[in-house]
């Protein structure tokens, strides 16, 4: 499963990332990395972006980066 | 002023206290540069501790120091290159393990590093409890626990780095331990010793950062090592045996790492006390970002935001314009006196040059207060959220969600400024939405197109002003749209852009200071770069407005009806008893007395004040005094004559400047393109006024004022244009109002432009496409509406509907992934 397919409230832990470069940097700068779990907390008021609590933090994406966000739903 | 001995650089993450820290640490010795080749701001300030002085640089905030945006790029030159006596890493002590990840980044750059561990009562307020003593000994670099924001730490903090760059020795902190990666790093760090690279970098931090994939160090490599090509061939070797090895990419790798030994750090530094309160953040979001709330509350804080700035601020102007007229009324004092036709040329252009400073100053108090709301919307971790909400919208249309507050300051609704809207487009991360952003922000509705609006609906939509008035300011944003749509798709196709993640930090409270402090600042910044750029332009349009003048035979012809008109008074003051006080070398005196008194009584009611008033100007000149004020005797006749005479030199006056104007350069220019405007509805009159407006939009109304002359006293610009132009019909006030809305950027804006796109070329792309876009919209109005027969409001509607359409349309076209 991707991350953009979660919904809020869903907890998962992330797998790996399918994007490298840029966008991959810039999500393992944010936190967002392999092993982490993380929770949606939910979506902005039109469906996109998305929020998600990463290890205390919360941090908003689009759901065309989250495409690349492999996670295993807890 | 002394060389500076010492380089203090801050670094930190964005939202860690970082620019409280640099205010703290130089007051209000500071100035904003630009790093040379982008567009991020540098600010330097420097102050002195125990007699030495310090260079401070403040680096941009940024999560990381990889070569993907421009923020970290120059922030890692800098370090490399500029080789700062100390780097103080300012970070948010309650979230310390998201911070170590670019302290770890700061180490491995070899630098020596001054941890401030800032928001210290942040941190305790949630009940975390930081063993600073442990902190340091597993960095092994100095840690200083602050509160910024009120001063605490801040002598310790000095004391440290006084201590730390001065001793000069390099204390290398804690490295992390890369595991299977390592033996990587050794063999290709093993293959880097002995060239040129080994003196100028740190030869870990290389390898790091090779391993990572990281385009600077590649181009490092390319320009430094002899056998390059190999070189990098055996790096990306390196990196596949990697990955095919452990399954993992190079540089997921180091920030697993990264984030593991932070992990580990926080853990053994780090208490949670019990029965701590986790942050409030989350709840008010529930709040702020909820689906129906959260639009509500950004609609809401949007119209505080203009009420309380616009509305209010236009209120308090009237404590400050009379402050500005004093000015006028000094100017008018000190330079030569008018004669009777002839206006000394040093008068009317002080007059002018006043006049248009004046109109700048007058929106202070407006910027005054829209900087510090500003200010608390950035400081309480408000702005995030306006983004989160408004980028799905936004996105569609090339822009991003942080394109927001340059849009309400521009003028989303009615009545923002470019200027400002232009400057805030600096935080937006990702290039090509940035450059969209600017290019967009001057076809919004900034407070100086109002006047224009609001002269032309009083006049040919009196019957339908609230409609008109809404489509006016509306119609803004749908042209907006579409165009950053347009621009986003051709000519900003190839810029770079950037991914949306974006951390959404913790509410705080802003503090009084901080925000009462960054509004005198900007506004400081605003008058200084805005006013001397106005002072330049107001000189060029007065020169373009009064040159080459009247010819001499036009001359003779004014002097004389002039000599006609004084004639004919004179000849009724002979034979009365004024004759021997009233000869023509006391007629001009008589005029200013006149003049004089006329202004004096303006402000005052009657009564006693107005009593105290007469026998002043009684005192001044008994004769004058009587003509100005007559009783029933041959006063009474004196005084008709004299109004008839004063009335007479207005006109001649009133039918010079128009003349001049005709004659002028821009009157010139304006005739000279005449034909082209007319398939717009726009006479030469109006080619005047518009041209006029490239200063400063205010100066349209200003200028049709001068081109329509006054027959009545009194009588308003609206009554006068719509008498001077018979032929003038809604059709052409909205072809009009649209060419307004789209009317390039003010000169204040397009220095803006420049500095906020970083180049001249964009500035002159800003300047010359809304003008194409701005006739085309403006003929197809009027010439399309003439064609088809509309009336001005059918038109309106038609243009409406269109130009809705179109930016539904504009948004559901070529939409597609950057990933792809």
Known sequence: MTLDQM???????????????????????????????????RNAPLRDPMEVELDGYLVSLRHEEARFVEVEPL | MKKKEYLVVLAGQPNSGKSTVFNALTGASQHVAN???????????????????????????????????????????????????????????SSLKR?????????????????????MDVAENRGLEIDENMLAQRLGVPVIPTTMKSGRGKKELLDAIATVSQDGQQARGAQIDYGDMEPSFRELREKLAGTDLADMYPLRWLVIKLMEGDAEARRLIREHHPQADSYLELVEKTREDFETRYDEAPEVHIANRRYQTADDITR???????????PLSNKIDKLVCHRLLGPLILVGVIWLLYYLSIVQGYNLTNYTWPLLAKIRSLAEMITPAPGFIEIPLLRSFVLWFVDSINALLNYVPIFFILFGLIAILEDSGYMPRMAFIMDRLFSRFGLHGQSTLPMVLGGIYVGGCAVPGVMSCKGIPDERSRLATILIIPMLNCLAKVPLYVLLINIYFAAHKVWAMFFISTISLLLVLPVAKILTLTVLKDKETAPFVMEMPPYHIPTIRAVLGRAVERVWLFLKKITTIVAAVAVVIFVLLQFPGLSAERMAHYNGEKEKATRAFLKTVKGTSFAEYLGSEQLMALIWYWDDYKDAKMGVKAGAAAAALEAKFKEKNPVFFRIVKPGQDEAAKINRAFKKLYKTRKGLLREMRKERIDNSILGKLGKWIEPVTRAAGFNWRVNVALLSALAAKESSVATLGALYEQEEEGEALEQRMAKGEAGFTPLHALSLMLFMVLYPPCLATAIAVKVQAGSIKWMLFAMIYPMVLGLVAAVLVFSGGSALGLSGLEAMFAFYGLALVFTIIMGFTGKKSEYA
């Open chain 2, 268 to 278: 053994s530094c780090v208490k949670l006390r019990a029965g701590a309160k986790p």
């Open chain 2, 99 to 119: 911070c170590l990840y670019l302290t770890f980044q700061l180490l491995e750059m070899d630098t020596t590093v001054v941890l401030d561990l800032n928001m």
């Open chain 1, 7 to 41: 919904k809020p409230g869903d907890a998962c832990r992330i797998k790996k990332l399918t994007v490298r470069d840029k966008l991959g940097q810039r999500l393992l700068d944010m936190g967002v990395y392999p092993g982490l779990e993380l929770k949606v907390i």
């Open chain 2, 35 to 93: 790093y040379p080749g982008v567009t991020v701001d540098k600010m330097a300030g420097w102050y002195k501790y125990r007699g030495v002085s310090l260079e401070v640089v403040d680096l941009p905030g940024t999560y990381s120091l990889t070569s993907y945006s421009p923020e970290e790029r120059v922030s890692r030159d800098f370090i490399l290159h500029e080789g700062p006596s100390v780097v103080v890493n300012v970070m948010d002590a």
